[in-house]
């Protein structure tokens, strides 16, 4: 199937706790209305757009491109995610990790001032960070892999910033850690 997913009720999708699954096959997602909650999201597409009204977990996921998750709440990443493009996190709460990661393009993260901290482990492959502006603490660890910045990118982050990996090269020159920085 090759449709693209795109619901758009006048206020959003309200099934606050109940699980929702979409598989739009070579298609898109966008589920991009503000009042949308849902239960575990669990998608299956090319490219995927999630605006929550609420915290997000994210359940098994498969996209040949992009993710972009916004959320007026906490991320938690409850099933593993293999993502080919960019990943754009944007929380206003933690941004937690409980299964793997793959991600074949940047991981750009932002949580809002003093709201929360992420956490996120791509351990055994090439992790590239893009824009990051995080309230709390960012900890990121790629363990038999590396960790690198996207050109022009910043790394902001409130607390401490913490990168574990086998070759770690952060060099952007508008990067601001309000902690301590352990590499």
């Given at each position: 199937?090759?449709?693209?997913?795109?619901?758009?009720?006048?206020?959003?999708?309200?099934?606050?706790?109940?699980?929702?699954?979409?598989?739009?096959?070579?298609?898109?997602?966008?589920?991009?209305?503000?009042?949308?909650?849902?239960?575990?999201?669990?998608?299956?597409?090319?490219?995927?757009t999630v605006n929550e009204a609420a915290a997000t977990d994210l359940g098994t996921s498969n996209l040949t491109g992009d993710l972009a998750l916004t959320s007026a709440g906490g991320i938690n990443f409850g099933g593993p995610l293999s993502a080919q493009g960019n990943v754009s996190l944007?929380?206003?709460?933690?941004?937690?990790?409980?299964?793997?990661?793959?991600?074949?393009?940047?991981?750009?993260?932002?949580?809002?001032?003093?709201?929360?901290?992420?956490?996120?482990?791509?351990?055994?492959?090439?992790?590239?960070?893009?824009?990051?502006?995080?309230?709390?603490?960012?900890?990121?660890?790629?363990?038999?892999?590396?960790?690198?910045?996207?050109?022009?990118?910043?790394?902001?982050?409130?607390?401490?910033?913490?990168?574990?990996?086998?070759?770690?090269?952060?060099?952007?020159?508008?990067?601001?850690?309000?902690?301590?920085?352990?590499?």
């Amino acid at each position: 199937n090759s449709t693209p997913i795109s619901p758009t009720p006048p206020a959003g999708w309200a099934l606050d706790s109940a699980p929702v699954t979409l598989d739009a096959g070579s298609a898109d997602i966008t589920l991009d209305n503000s009042g949308n909650t849902f239960g575990t999201l669990e998608l299956t597409g090319a490219n995927a757009t999630v605006n929550e009204a609420a915290a997000t977990d994210l359940g098994t996921s498969n996209l040949t491109g992009d993710l972009a998750l916004t959320s007026a709440g906490g991320i938690n990443f409850g099933g593993p995610l293999s993502a080919q493009g960019n990943v754009s996190l944007n929380a206003a709460g933690e941004i937690t990790q409980a299964a793997p990661l793959v991600i074949g393009g940047n991981l750009d993260a932002a949580t809002t001032v003093n709201a929360g901290d992420v956490s996120i482990d791509n351990s055994g492959t090439a992790t590239t960070l893009g824009d990051s502006e995080v309230g709390g603490n960012y900890a990121v660890t790629a363990t038999g892999g590396t960790v690198t910045q996207a050109l022009d990118s910043a790394i902001q982050v409130a607390g401490d910033l913490t990168v574990t990996a086998d070759t770690v090269d952060l060099t952007g020159a508008a990067n601001l850690v309000g902690g301590t920085t352990s590499l």
